[in-house]
């Protein structure tokens, strides 16, 4: 570990730190259907949509019709996607005349990127063609990070409310993510990507003479628009396959910067909305430190595994006390690495900078175990702040018994009805990844794709359906996800990752939208003081760690110990 | 007139571990093993299917010849577990029930005489076969056969069956003691009652109910807990049975004791096993308190409770205006008007009066005069004075206007000490009472309503506990406020008629809050049944009783603040098992994974941190702590976490460092202590 990098990622967090007020007053303005700086030019817009579609903004809508609304775009969303998918051969946009995506590829990709997965099977530049990346991939990287943030302001605005029947429009906050708060974000940052380097082209390839006089086929693309919305709507899904690792994706350490920034900037900012629209900034405050705590210990875990290195490699003189650098860009060492890696798992970006399989047991045992939390760190876009906010209901709940009261939050009496749903929500994750990884490890044809023996296979296998389920998308590397088994079953557990947690969140939504907003008193239990933001830590972790340990332990842990002891499989 | 009906004898308070319950517990523990029962706790019901199980496999490695040792052993622990469990809520259930059970015999045993319709004649029928409406006749020595109204005659009740209190009540019809209770004795005279309640649907059947966990309803927030509870044994049994998956594919073959052992240790069997204990206990503390709530929900609310409304007479004050002070004019000394005082109260023997002897001759030392007074004028409405005549001195005291009318002075003409004693007085909120002696101005007592001691202090807790008091009076709002700003109340309601009280508390109720409050009239019964918490005094009207959620024996008004606490109380000792619970699993975790997988990968024998001897060793021990920490956690289910009027950020700073980190550490401990007795004696 160098001061240097500690610097770096201090830089990060800080201008993090700094920029979460400014963005997240604007996204409160923006969902509280006030007007803002931009309205002038976008509000027009916005009736058009209204127009166009028959929607009538000032229409609201209960949870079950909010839900409904929600879960009939998301099947829209995917049908046109598989389509574009299965049909893009024959649709424009296609330099190099890829051919149709073969069904169970399509179908998972499609539901991919309809959760805000962006899980990969397949390689973006050998695969899909412009059309389909644009319209097709892209489009999902806005709207199902829309769809995200709108699910997340419902369940505020039932916090926020008291004796409420509706929860806002599920169109009128889909439309406003993606108008005010996605879109401008995009394009800016994509025209700063562009002036960092990246390709933003509709060609299709450059042929370069290399050195040795051999032709090269180098493939290029609108990429920096793909980028930017790729990390601002924590999707993750590269262009290319190796994702943020490629030059033309992230060609520099400022750029390295800029994309960890631009996956953070969002999630952390809607808690800051939150705080702001329950009407008490403190309370966003809380969460985020809370955030801040658990991804600030996983980066520090990776960095110091990393740098630590492998003791059987460093005995073969093959690490020149440099650490574990199998895996990383050598642009961006460790300390980036680490940050990145942290980051992108902490928050169901999925995006990577090194391959992950790679790392230290204990340098992979983060990355895996911070989705496994929940993906609430800040988690995704929207997602990460509903996920959060079930853990603080938890947490509230099982401590808050302990000051003699009916425990609430915010003023909101947590009951019977709010403990099944969140329940319902919280076993969606260990049963479909502790579920179909058992499975998996004892199903010949899904072993068959595993890279490596020993535990580390039963990592890869464990990390594929953690990503998939946390709707997080990054890769262990080692599985060749591609096959019939991994394509389905995967992709059924990115559907129930995100909508078998997205739909009881909304039934809380409703529940608590209903009830009376009880007024803080001395014996309301506090939940903007440190000790609440341990309590979520310790909840977040200890909820977390129990459902995964066994599961890590014959991973990642054994891994850990079996490299200090010397021993290889 | 039956000889053999004899009031139930006064209760027998049971020690926390008294061997009179722990024995018929332990029977009762085996025969709430049956399953039907015990699936209404979903954790229990879970290690029960489990331990069944494992006891299978016992007897089939019985059976087979293999070394049964290990299996057997965990067999027994896991129906230890249970046991243990059913073990808890039995021995709250014979605490609870050693009042309830003497209630029911005395009941079970009455008969009554049931008056027909047109009144002529009466027949005599067991208790039981009464309904609702039926009118019975009571005579002295006979027991009141079931909750009814008197509709006719006065009599005294001895109702220490129900209140332990052995000094008599009057009961008569109409007015605010009309209400009466089944199984207290008639002592005098004759009672017709009304029967309120159908047999089984009393308070005290309804009390009998809540302590008695076979039919005992769960509360709201035990559904909630139950549910919390029931998702992570779900979870936990995802974990464990995938993990016979994942071990297949690192070369383990997991035997199915020891996941079920994992299983067991993992689930929160701790809160699980004790969560109805810990109800009931709450149930019986309310009973020891004296007071009988008609549901479980009614015990929850209170420690909801955001808003106390309490009465000012009998809960703030003493409820009678007492002297507090003597303020001479005209150069009259204190000890003088003390005795004029003295001297013009000694034959009046209401409390007012009496309060001035007392003052008189305790503070200012006067002493008791040998001679008697010539005359006595008695205090009259019209007159509004009383007094004595003692030789030449003609001594009267009364108010104001009354006693400057007997001396002969216009107010405009009254010396301006004089006046200004009184306006100070009057502005306090107390009540001036001139005296004279003759055409002479002796000076002014100071009456007031004397606030309790103590209750200052009471409501400054109240406000760190998070709870506002509102104090109800009928006084005018200077008196009121006078009165409000000495007892420490938060507010006050002034001048409060029954439908004030009403308003007032659906106001807070719109605002979110939750309010308490006592009453005992028939005009109270609204407010009682719109209030979350109603507490009716055992005194009070059939209607209030009726309305209200909770009895109070004692018919003490500040009991409210007792069953605040004991609501918390309960609340709190759910909260702090639930906590202690889950942290419990983590060390047990570390003692089961490395025991289970340490063939297959030996480094794991990092994570044995306890330095647990074997892996069956580590295992057997966790499954024994499990138990055996469900039984060392019974007393304190019994008892209830301690209340402590701090804030809630304090209590929860306590409670977590107690019993998360506790729940935590102790498991460490707790685990390499068995296992190095379990090592000691060569169990595995």
């Known amino acids: ?569 | 007139m039956s000889i053999e009906q004899s009031p139930a004898a006064p209760l027998r308070r049971p020690g926390l571990l008294d061997p009179a319950i722990l024995g018929p517990a332990t029977l009762s523990a085996f025969i709430k093993l049956d399953p039907r029962q015990l699936v209404r706790n979903p954790v229990i019901f879970v290690t029960e299917v489990v331990a069944a199980l494992v006891t299978a496999l016992f007897l089939r490695d019985l059976l087979a010849g293999n070394a049964p040792g290990f299996s057997g052993q965990i067999a027994a622990w896991l129906w230890f577990t249970v046991l243990f469990a059913t073990f808890a809520e039995a021995v709250a259930e014979g605490r609870g029930k050693a009042q309830a059970d003497s209630l029911r015999r005395t009941r079970s045993e009455l008969s009554a005489r049931r008056l027909s319709t047109d009144g002529a004649s009466s027949e005599t029928v067991p208790a039981t076969a009464l309904k609702l409406g039926d009118v019975v006749v009571v005579e002295a020595g006979e027991l009141i056969p079931g909750d009814g109204e008197v509709i006719e005659g006065i009599a005294s009740v001895n109702e220490s069956a129900v209140t332990g209190e052995s000094a008599p009540v009057i009961r008569e019809s109409g007015g605010d003691r009309s209400a009466v209770t089944g199984g207290t004795q008639v002592l005098s005279d004759r009672l017709v009652i009304r029967i309120t309640a159908a047999p089984g649907l009393g308070f005290v059947d309804r009390m009998i109910a809540l302590i008695e966990g076979a039919k005992r309803q769960k509360t709201p927030n035990e559904i909630a807990l139950s549910i919390l509870l029931s998702g992570l044994t779900l979870i936990f049994l995802i974990a464990v049975v995938t993990l016979w998956g994942l071990a297949g594919y690192s070369g383990t073959l997991l035997s199915v004791t020891v996941l079920a052992a994992l299983l067991v240790t993992l689930i929160p069997t701790t809160i699980g096993g004790l969560l109805s204990a810990i109800g009931i206990a709450g149930m019986d503390r309310l009973v020891r308190f004296n007071v009988i709530a008609t549901s479980g929900r009614a015990v929850e609310a209170a420690g909801d409770v955001d808003t106390l409304l309490l009465d000012k007479t009998g809960t703030i004050t003493f409820g009678n205006r007492m002297a507090t002070d003597f303020l001479p004019v005209n150069g009259v000394s204190g000890t003088s008007l003390a005795e004029a005082a003295l001297l013009s109260s000694l034959a009046d023997q209401t409390p007012e009066g009496r309060s001035i002897v007392a003052l008189a001759s305790g503070d200012y030392g006067v002493p008791t005069p040998a001679a008697q007074p010539d005359a006595v004028i008695a205090f009259t409405a019209e007159t509004r004075l009383s007094g004595v005549d003692m030789g030449e001195r003609r001594i009267r005291k009364g108010a104001v206007e009354a006693v400057l009318r007997f001396a002969g002075v216009t107010a405009i003409a009254a010396p301006a000490e004089f006046s200004a004693a009184v306006d100070r007085i009057a502005r306090s909120g107390g009540t001036p009472l001139a005296v004279a002696d003759g055409e002479r101005l002796l000076g002014v007592i100071h009456l007031k309503d004397v606030v309790k001691p103590g209750i200052k202090e009471r409501f400054a807790q109240m406000r760190a506990m998070g709870i506002r008091t509102v104090m109800v009076t009928g006084d005018n709002p200077v008196t009121a406020a006078a009165i409000a700003s000495e007892a420490g109340v938060d507010d006050y309601l002034a001048q409060a008629t029954p439908e004030d009280k009403l308003a007032f508390i659906r106001k807070e109720q719109e605002g979110g809050r939750l309010i308490a409050m006592c009453g005992d009239g028939t005009n109270d019964a609204p407010a009682l049944a719109q209030a979350d918490v109603g507490v009716a005094m055992q005194t009070g009207t059939q209607a209030a009783r009726e309305a209200a959620n909770m009895v109070d024996l004692d018919s003490s008004p500040t009991k409210l603040i007792e069953i605040v606490e004991i609501g918390k109380q309960l609340l709190m000792t759910r909260g702090a098992l639930t906590t202690f619970s889950i942290a419990n699993d983590v060390a047990k975790y570390f003692a089961i994974i490395p025991a289970l997988f340490i063939t297959t990968y030996p480094s794991l024998a990092a994570l044995n941190i306890m330095g647990l001897a074997s892996p069956q060793s580590a295992i057997l021990s966790a499954v024994i702590f499990n138990a055996l920490i469900i039984v060392a956690l019974i007393p304190l289910a019994l008892k209830g976490v301690t209340y402590r009027p701090v804030g809630a950020a304090a209590l929860l700073r306590r409670n977590l460092f107690l019993y998360g980190f506790g729940g935590l550490l102790l498991p460490f401990i707790g685990i390499k202590l068995v296992d190095l007795a379990v090592t000691a004696l060569h169990l595995v």
Do not use: C
């Open chain 1, 1 to 569: 570990m160098t001061l240097l990098g500690w610097l770096q990622i201090a830089a990060l967090f800080l201008a993090v730190l700094v920029t979460v007020k400014p963005l997240g007053l604007y996204m409160a303005r923006v969902f509280n259907g006030e007007s803002t700086f931009i309205s002038p030019l976008l509000a027009p817009v916005e009736a058009g949509f209204y127009r166009l579609s028959g929607v009538d903004p000032k229409r609201e809508q209960g949870w079950l019709a909010y839900t409904l609304a929600m879960l009939a775009f998301s099947l829209a969303g995917f049908l046109a996607l598989y389509a574009i998918l299965r049909l893009q051969a024959f649709l424009p946009y296609n330099p190099q005349g890829f051919a149709n995506v073969p069904p169970d590829l399509a179908f998972n990709t499609a539901v991919s990127f309809l959760t805000n997965t962006n899980w990969q099977n397949y390689a973006g530049e050998a695969t899909m063609s412009h059309f389909s990346q644009m319209a097709g991939l892209t489009v999902q990287n806005f709207v199902s990070a829309a769809t995200g943030m709108a699910i997340a302001v419902a369940l505020t605005r039932a916090f926020a409310r008291s004796k409420a029947a509706t929860l806002g429009n599920f169109w009128v906050d889909l439309t406003r993510a993606t108008l005010y708060v996605l879109l401008p974000l995009a394009i800016v940052t994509a025209l700063v990507f562009v002036a960092m380097g990246l390709p933003q082209t509709l060609d299709a390839s450059v042929t370069a003479t290399t050195l040795d006089g051999g032709q090269q086929v180098i493939s290029l693309g609108p990429i920096a628009s793909q980028e930017a919305i790729k990390q601002l709507g924590t999707n993750g899904g590269g262009f290319f396959n190796a994702n943020a690792a490629h030059p033309f994706e992230n060609p520099t350490a400022l750029s390295n910067l800029l994309n960890i920034f631009a996956m953070l900037w969002i999630s952390t900012a809607l808690v800051y909305s939150f705080g702001q629209m329950v009407g008490d900034r403190r309370q966003g405050w809380a969460l985020l430190a809370a955030i801040a705590v658990l991804l600030i210990a996983g980066v520090g875990i990776i960095y110091w595994a990393e740098s630590q290195g492998n003791p059987i490699l460093t005995a073969l003189g093959l690490d020149a006390g440099g650490g574990n650098m199998e895996g990383k860009e050598v642009r961006f060492g460790q300390s980036a690495s680490a940050l990145y890696a942290a980051v992108t798992t902490g928050l169901s970006d999925g995006g990577v900078n090194a391959m992950h399989g790679s790392f230290t047991g204990l340098g992979g045992l983060v990355p895996m175990f911070l989705i496994q939390l929940g993906e609430v760190l800040p988690g995704g876009v929207g997602s990460g702040l509903y996920g959060l906010l079930v853990f603080a209901l938890l947490a509230v709940f099982v401590a808050g018994l302990m000051v003699g009261r009916t425990p609430e939050f915010l003023g909101k009496k947590i009951e019977g009805r709010e403990m099944k749903y969140a329940m319902l929500a919280v076993l969606i994750l260990p049963t479909v990844i502790l579920g179909f990884t058992a499975i998996s490890a004892m199903l010949p044809v899904a072993v068959a794709s595993i890279g490596t023996a020993g535990p580390h296979g039963l990592s890869e296998i464990l990390y594929a359906f953690t990503s998939a389920a946390g709707n997080n998308g990054s890769a262990f590397g080692g599985l060749s996800g591609n096959t019939l088994w991994y394509n389905s079953t995967l992709a059924i557990t990115m559907l129930l990752g995100r909508f078998a947690y997205a739909v009881p969140v909304l039934a809380i939504a409703g529940s608590l939208a209903a009830k009376t907003k009880t007024p803080a008193s001395g014996g309301t239990f506090p939940t903007h003081t440190p000790l609440f933001v341990g309590l979520l830590v310790g909840i977040i972790l200890i909820l977390g760690g129990l459902q995964f340990f066994p599961a890590l332990a014959l991973g990642p842990i054994v891994e850990h110990f079996a490299m200090l002891a010397g021993q290889t499989f």
